[in-house]
T-cell receptor, first 117, second 113 residues
Framework: DTEVTQTPKHLVMGMTNKKSLKCEQH?????MYWYKQKAKKPPELMFV???????INESVPSRFSPECPNSSLLNLHLHALQPEDSALYLC????????????????FGAGSRLTVL | GNSVTQMEGPVTLSEEAFLTINCTYT??????LFWYVQYPGEGLQLLLK?????DKGSNKGFEATYRKETTSFHLEKGSVQVSDSAVYFC????????????FGSGTQLTVLP
Protein backbone atom coordinates (compact mmCIF):
# COMPACT_ATOMS: atom_id res chain seq x y z
CA ASP A 1 0.00 0.00 0.00
CA THR A 2 1.69 3.19 -1.18
CA GLU A 3 -1.16 5.61 -0.70
CA VAL A 4 -2.23 8.37 1.61
CA THR A 5 -6.03 8.28 1.88
CA GLN A 6 -8.02 11.37 2.80
CA THR A 7 -11.69 11.63 3.69
CA PRO A 8 -13.99 13.25 2.90
CA LYS A 9 -13.09 14.36 -0.62
CA HIS A 10 -15.47 17.31 -0.37
CA LEU A 11 -16.87 19.07 2.69
CA VAL A 12 -19.23 22.03 2.93
CA MET A 13 -19.73 23.54 6.36
CA GLY A 14 -21.17 26.62 7.99
CA MET A 15 -19.16 28.92 10.20
CA THR A 16 -20.69 27.47 13.36
CA ASN A 17 -20.18 23.81 12.46
CA LYS A 18 -17.64 21.38 13.87
CA LYS A 19 -16.22 18.87 11.42
CA SER A 20 -13.09 16.77 10.95
CA LEU A 21 -10.82 15.82 8.10
CA LYS A 22 -9.18 12.40 8.24
CA CYS A 23 -5.96 11.03 6.79
CA GLU A 24 -4.63 7.49 6.83
CA GLN A 25 -1.45 5.81 5.59
CA HIS A 26 -0.20 2.25 5.96
CA UNK A 27 3.32 2.70 4.62
CA UNK A 28 4.93 2.70 8.05
CA UNK A 29 5.72 6.40 7.72
CA UNK A 30 6.48 8.11 11.03
CA UNK A 31 5.98 11.74 10.00
CA MET A 32 2.64 13.16 8.87
CA TYR A 33 1.77 16.63 7.62
CA TRP A 34 -1.17 18.93 6.97
CA TYR A 35 -0.94 21.45 4.15
CA LYS A 36 -3.44 24.09 2.98
CA GLN A 37 -3.63 24.91 -0.73
CA LYS A 38 -5.56 27.82 -2.21
CA ALA A 39 -6.45 27.80 -5.89
CA LYS A 40 -3.50 28.27 -8.25
CA LYS A 41 -1.05 28.49 -5.33
CA PRO A 42 1.54 26.13 -3.88
CA PRO A 43 0.70 24.22 -0.70
CA GLU A 44 1.41 25.94 2.63
CA LEU A 45 2.58 23.87 5.58
CA MET A 46 0.28 23.90 8.61
CA PHE A 47 1.38 21.11 10.98
CA VAL A 48 3.94 18.33 11.22
CA UNK A 49 3.71 15.28 13.46
CA UNK A 50 6.80 13.19 14.09
CA UNK A 51 6.42 9.88 15.92
CA UNK A 52 2.87 10.95 16.83
CA UNK A 53 4.05 14.16 18.52
CA UNK A 54 3.37 17.62 17.15
CA UNK A 55 6.71 19.02 16.04
CA ILE A 56 5.75 22.00 13.88
CA ASN A 57 2.79 24.36 14.09
CA GLU A 58 3.13 27.13 11.51
CA SER A 59 1.21 29.72 13.52
CA VAL A 60 -2.09 28.23 12.45
CA PRO A 61 -5.26 29.72 14.07
CA SER A 62 -6.70 27.67 16.91
CA ARG A 63 -9.88 27.00 14.92
CA PHE A 64 -7.76 24.29 13.28
CA SER A 65 -6.85 21.53 15.74
CA PRO A 66 -4.70 18.58 14.63
CA GLU A 67 -4.68 15.18 16.25
CA CYS A 68 -2.54 12.10 15.65
CA PRO A 69 -4.23 9.13 17.38
CA ASN A 70 -1.61 6.66 16.15
CA SER A 71 1.18 6.38 13.61
CA SER A 72 -1.22 5.65 10.74
CA LEU A 73 -3.88 8.29 11.36
CA LEU A 74 -3.97 12.07 11.29
CA ASN A 75 -7.04 14.20 11.88
CA LEU A 76 -7.73 17.89 11.46
CA HIS A 77 -10.60 19.15 13.61
CA LEU A 78 -12.37 22.23 12.31
CA HIS A 79 -14.45 24.65 14.37
CA ALA A 80 -15.78 28.16 13.79
CA LEU A 81 -14.08 28.47 10.43
CA GLN A 82 -14.21 31.55 8.21
CA PRO A 83 -15.04 31.67 4.49
CA GLU A 84 -11.39 32.45 3.76
CA ASP A 85 -10.50 29.02 5.15
CA SER A 86 -12.07 27.46 2.07
CA ALA A 87 -9.26 25.56 0.35
CA LEU A 88 -7.88 22.14 -0.55
CA TYR A 89 -6.39 20.50 2.55
CA LEU A 90 -3.63 18.05 1.76
CA CYS A 91 -2.25 15.39 4.03
CA UNK A 92 1.23 13.98 3.44
CA UNK A 93 3.56 11.51 5.06
CA UNK A 94 7.26 10.68 4.98
CA UNK A 95 9.20 7.62 5.91
CA UNK A 96 11.33 8.83 8.76
CA UNK A 97 10.39 11.00 11.67
CA UNK A 98 13.49 13.04 11.08
CA UNK A 99 14.50 15.39 8.30
CA UNK A 100 13.22 15.38 4.77
CA UNK A 101 15.85 14.62 2.18
CA UNK A 102 16.26 13.35 -1.34
CA UNK A 103 15.76 9.87 0.05
CA UNK A 104 12.97 10.70 2.49
CA UNK A 105 10.33 12.35 0.31
CA UNK A 106 6.77 13.44 0.93
CA UNK A 107 3.85 11.32 -0.30
CA PHE A 108 0.65 13.35 -0.66
CA GLY A 109 -2.99 12.37 -0.47
CA ALA A 110 -5.58 13.54 -2.99
CA GLY A 111 -6.87 16.20 -0.62
CA SER A 112 -10.13 17.27 1.00
CA ARG A 113 -11.78 20.24 -0.66
CA LEU A 114 -13.37 22.40 2.03
CA THR A 115 -15.97 25.10 1.43
CA VAL A 116 -16.99 27.32 4.34
CA LEU A 117 -20.26 29.18 3.86
CA GLY B 1 16.60 30.91 3.72
CA ASN B 2 15.70 28.89 0.69
CA SER B 3 13.61 30.13 -2.19
CA VAL B 4 12.48 28.65 -5.49
CA THR B 5 11.62 30.76 -8.51
CA GLN B 6 9.56 29.12 -11.18
CA MET B 7 8.63 30.11 -14.70
CA GLU B 8 5.40 32.04 -14.84
CA GLY B 9 2.49 30.33 -16.49
CA PRO B 10 0.20 29.36 -17.89
CA VAL B 11 1.92 27.42 -20.66
CA THR B 12 -0.10 26.12 -23.60
CA LEU B 13 1.44 23.69 -26.08
CA SER B 14 0.30 21.47 -28.89
CA GLU B 15 0.66 17.71 -28.54
CA GLU B 16 4.19 16.44 -29.34
CA ALA B 17 5.75 19.86 -28.69
CA PHE B 18 8.91 20.27 -26.60
CA LEU B 19 8.40 21.43 -23.03
CA THR B 20 10.69 23.45 -20.79
CA ILE B 21 9.60 24.83 -17.41
CA ASN B 22 12.34 26.90 -15.80
CA CYS B 23 13.18 26.64 -12.11
CA THR B 24 15.98 28.33 -10.20
CA TYR B 25 16.76 28.11 -6.51
CA THR B 26 18.62 29.95 -3.81
CA UNK B 27 19.89 28.02 -0.82
CA UNK B 28 22.64 27.72 1.70
CA UNK B 29 24.48 24.50 1.13
CA UNK B 30 23.29 21.94 -1.37
CA UNK B 31 19.56 21.34 -1.30
CA UNK B 32 17.73 18.35 -2.71
CA LEU B 33 15.47 19.38 -5.59
CA PHE B 34 12.12 18.02 -6.68
CA TRP B 35 9.42 18.37 -9.29
CA TYR B 36 5.88 17.59 -8.17
CA VAL B 37 2.88 17.36 -10.51
CA GLN B 38 -0.75 18.04 -9.60
CA TYR B 39 -3.37 16.73 -12.01
CA PRO B 40 -6.83 18.36 -11.92
CA GLY B 41 -8.73 17.49 -8.76
CA GLU B 42 -5.85 15.55 -7.24
CA GLY B 43 -3.06 15.93 -4.72
CA LEU B 44 0.62 16.33 -5.53
CA GLN B 45 2.66 13.46 -6.94
CA LEU B 46 6.44 13.32 -6.93
CA LEU B 47 7.54 13.41 -10.57
CA LEU B 48 11.32 13.33 -10.17
CA LYS B 49 14.13 14.41 -7.89
CA UNK B 50 17.86 15.07 -7.71
CA UNK B 51 20.01 15.18 -4.61
CA UNK B 52 23.38 16.52 -5.78
CA UNK B 53 24.98 18.57 -8.50
CA UNK B 54 24.87 17.06 -12.02
CA ASP B 55 22.29 14.46 -10.97
CA LYS B 56 19.57 13.95 -13.56
CA GLY B 57 16.11 12.98 -12.39
CA SER B 58 13.81 11.34 -14.92
CA ASN B 59 10.34 9.82 -15.00
CA LYS B 60 7.55 9.37 -17.58
CA GLY B 61 9.68 11.06 -20.26
CA PHE B 62 10.35 14.12 -18.09
CA GLU B 63 13.92 15.07 -17.13
CA ALA B 64 15.60 17.68 -14.98
CA THR B 65 19.31 18.18 -14.26
CA TYR B 66 20.64 19.71 -11.04
CA ARG B 67 22.92 22.54 -12.25
CA LYS B 68 24.93 24.00 -9.39
CA GLU B 69 26.67 26.58 -11.59
CA THR B 70 23.38 28.13 -12.68
CA THR B 71 21.38 27.09 -9.55
CA SER B 72 18.76 25.64 -11.85
CA PHE B 73 16.59 22.54 -12.15
CA HIS B 74 14.64 23.05 -15.38
CA LEU B 75 11.98 20.49 -16.29
CA GLU B 76 11.98 19.19 -19.88
CA LYS B 77 10.04 16.73 -21.98
CA GLY B 78 10.69 16.06 -25.63
CA SER B 79 7.10 15.36 -26.72
CA VAL B 80 4.18 16.31 -24.49
CA GLN B 81 0.81 14.57 -24.47
CA VAL B 82 -2.66 15.84 -23.62
CA SER B 83 -2.47 13.73 -20.46
CA ASP B 84 0.49 15.85 -19.25
CA SER B 85 -1.86 18.79 -18.67
CA ALA B 86 -1.41 19.63 -14.99
CA VAL B 87 0.24 22.08 -12.60
CA TYR B 88 3.96 21.51 -12.06
CA PHE B 89 5.72 22.61 -8.85
CA CYS B 90 9.46 22.88 -8.40
CA UNK B 91 10.58 22.42 -4.77
CA UNK B 92 13.65 22.24 -2.57
CA UNK B 93 14.37 21.18 0.98
CA UNK B 94 14.53 24.16 3.28
CA UNK B 95 17.83 24.64 5.05
CA UNK B 96 16.09 26.55 7.81
CA UNK B 97 13.90 23.60 8.70
CA UNK B 98 14.60 20.23 7.20
CA UNK B 99 10.94 19.32 7.48
CA UNK B 100 9.83 21.93 5.02
CA UNK B 101 9.61 21.76 1.28
CA UNK B 102 10.01 25.19 -0.29
CA PHE B 103 7.72 25.31 -3.31
CA GLY B 104 7.84 27.44 -6.41
CA SER B 105 4.67 29.22 -7.46
CA GLY B 106 3.58 26.45 -9.84
CA THR B 107 3.19 26.40 -13.62
CA GLN B 108 -0.09 25.43 -15.26
CA LEU B 109 0.54 23.38 -18.42
CA THR B 110 -2.22 22.80 -20.94
CA VAL B 111 -1.55 20.50 -23.90
CA LEU B 112 -3.94 20.77 -26.83
CA PRO B 113 -4.65 17.86 -29.19
Amino acid sequence: DTEVTQTPKHLVMGMTNKKSLKCEQHMGHRAMYWYKQKAKKPPELMFVYSYEKLSINESVPSRFSPECPNSSLLNLHLHALQPEDSALYLCASSQEGSSLSGANVLTFGAGSRLTVL
Amino acid sequence: GNSVTQMEGPVTLSEEAFLTINCTYTATGYPSLFWYVQYPGEGLQLLLKATKADDKGSNKGFEATYRKETTSFHLEKGSVQVSDSAVYFCASISSGSARQLTFGSGTQLTVLP
